[in-house]
């Protein structure tokens, strides 16, 4: 399998990194964090920069490091576009899950060890947690996943477009 792209997202645009560790990519983000510092991390640990900034977007590519520069404000348009230029799936891999917090791969974890972890109406309800063993926060598919899965599906969907017009640009 070849290796997977990694993400250093502009100060702007933490929602978006909490969708890209959602989906699987390490993605490094702070809420402050300073231009000079996004460069030289995205240097040294070979991420793509991800920035609404133009002066950023210009100084990384001037270095020779990967920027993409994120016009868009809807979130299926922005995954559609990040999956158009580098690749990233579009479904999420629950196996591949980072947390959204902390960006540390989540684990697995059988329903007994959170028990006393999350309100009984959730244990109740659910039978797949995953744990992040870092910060510790324990997740399970709640309400929020449809919202994720009708995201993701606009994102496809607007992915299909950007490679249907580019093909026809070529033809
Ligand atoms: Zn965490």
């Known amino acids: 399998m070849s290796e997977e792209p990694r993400f250093i997202v502009d100060t702007m645009l933490g929602r978006l990194a909490r969708w890209l560790r959602i989906l699987g990519y390490d993605t490094v983000y702070h809420r402050r964090l300073e231009d000079w510092k996004i460069l030289k991390i995205a ?4 991420r793509i920069i991800i920035t609404r900034d ?3 977007h210009r100084r990384a590519l001037n270095k ?3 920027s993409i520069l994120l016009e868009p404000d809807d979130m299926a348009e922005r995954l559609a576009l990040i999956a158009y230029l580098t690749g990233i799936r579009l479904y ?3 196996d591949r899950t980072r947390c959204p917090i902390c960006n540390t791969p989540l684990l697995r974890v059988s329903k007994k ?3 006393d972890k999350v309100p009984r109406k959730v244990y109740e309800l659910h039978d797949d947690f995953w744990i992040c063993p870092r910060c510790g926060k324990v997740y399970w598919m709640g309400s929020h996943w449809r919202m994720i899965e ?3 599906e606009d994102a496809r969907r607007i992915y299909e477009k950007l490679r249907n017009d580019r093909r ?3 033809e």
Do not use: A
């Open 168 to 170: 026809r640009l070529f």
């Open 113 to 115: 060890d959170v028990k």
């Open 150 to 152: 009708k995201i993701l």
């Open 43 to 46: 240097s040294e640990e070979n």
């Open 64 to 66: 020779g490091l990967k």
């Open 54 to 56: 133009t002066g950023l």
């Open 92 to 94: 999420i891999d629950l």
